[in-house]
């Protein structure tokens, strides 16, 4: 068995890797070629939050689950509060290949889905990205969606303020001029929203967003968290990684249990991918894309990071 550990992920995967992995992983889905095993998630107590998100890709020859969780005492030990690890196996023989950190694999994935959403969903002449949301994913996902749409703004909000300056440092890096702005001027003014916080009730209200915007709803990946306000999600046309998820653990758990959505209004970005869907139809038209991450995409960067390590020889190698 292989291991890459996290140390070396940054060398091994670029944002354009991710990219092009999980456009791969989600086309493949849609084609009937992958699909994600039930997402198993427990709360271990004292805030601790620990599960599995696993699955087959048959085309790709690809089995395997990642393991992981929040941890809030980490930052106080100096460690990273989300951590997790890949581990993929032989589909015919069930042997172990590679143990594959997964903590940046994780912030790569996740961006590059919201990204590949812009791309193939937001309109051609965005100009203003708006970003909800200053954590440690924020930046990633700032980054990414500035690869997929010639921006030449951004504006955020973030519950806590004094998160923004990080946030704005990575516009600056990228050449983009960036203000903090309330949420009444950051849904007036974007025409790409991505909202990436771990926040338990709406921040976006549905008045602030105007026709023609996209959304990528990344933050909620969990029973209980949301981030806008489920009569969005009837107007907007939705889309998302997985239906099964996004309606049980996905922003749109809240407007199918207040009956405003119906699972079969909501569409796998794949299908878009595969041209089984159009995706936006019209300029005015708000498109909503409710990432909650599947065990796929873990897999599939996972994946990049041991054929990349292999192939330079930095993968460590272990009898199990
Ligand atoms: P973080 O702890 O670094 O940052 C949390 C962010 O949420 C901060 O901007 C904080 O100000 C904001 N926030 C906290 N409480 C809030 C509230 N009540 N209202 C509004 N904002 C609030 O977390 P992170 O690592 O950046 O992750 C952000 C979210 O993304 C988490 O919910 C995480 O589980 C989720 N996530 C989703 C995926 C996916 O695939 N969809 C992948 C990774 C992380």
Redesign the pocket.
């Known amino acids: 068995m292989l291991i890459v550990p996290e140390r070396l992920i940054a060398d091994l995967v670029s944002p354009a890797d991710a990219f092009a992995a999980i456009e791969a992983c989600f086309a493949a889905m849609a084609r009937g070629e992958a699909y994600n095993f039930p997402v198993i998630r427990e709360a271990l107590g004292g805030g601790r939050q620990y599960g599995f998100k696993s699955g087959l890709d048959r085309a790709a020859g690809r089995l395997g689950v990642k393991a992981g969780g929040?941890f809030p005492g980490n930052a106080a030990k100096g460690l990273t509060?989300?951590q997790s690890t890949v581990f993929l196996f032989d589909p015919e023989t069930g042997l172990p290949l590679a143990m594959v950190g997964g903590n940046l694999l994780?912030?790569l994935?996740?961006a590059a889905?919201?990204a590949l959403s812009i791309d193939r969903l937001a309109r051609a002449d965005a100009k203003v990205l708006g970003m909800?949301?200053?954590?440690?994913?924020?930046g990633f996902q700032l980054r990414a969606a500035a690869r997929a749409r010639a921006f030449e703004r951004v504006v955020a909000w973030?519950?806590?303020p004094e998160?923004l300056p990080k946030l704005g440092a990575i516009a600056a890096e990228l050449g983009l001029p960036f203000e903090a702005v309330s949420l009444d001027r950051l849904g007036a003014e974007a025409d790409v929203i991505v909202t990436?916080?771990?926040?338990?009730?709406f921040?976006l209200a549905d008045a602030q967003v105007r026709p023609g915007t996209h959304l990528a709803c990344?933050?909620?990946?969990?029973v209980g968290?949301q981030?806008v306000e489920p009569a969005l999600l009837a107007r907007a046309t939705l889309f998302t990684?997985e239906v099964a998820q996004s309606v049980s653990i996905?922003e749109a758990q809240h407007a199918v249990k207040a009956g405003l959505v119906a699972a079969k209004r909501i569409t796998p970005l794949g299908d878009v991918l595969i041209g089984a869907h159009p995706g936006r139809r019209e300029a005015g038209e708000i498109t909503l894309y409710d990432?909650?991450?599947?065990g796929l995409?873990d897999l599939a960067v996972a994946a990049v990071a041991l054929t990349r390590a292999t192939e330079r020889g930095v993968a460590l190698s272990a009898d199990l």
């Open positions: 929040y509060n989300h994780t912030a994935r996740t889905a919201s909800i949301g200053a954590g440690h994913q924020a973030n519950l806590h998160m990436i916080t771990s926040s338990d009730r921040s990344m933050g909620t990946d969990t968290k981030e990684d996905g990432g909650t991450g599947v995409q």
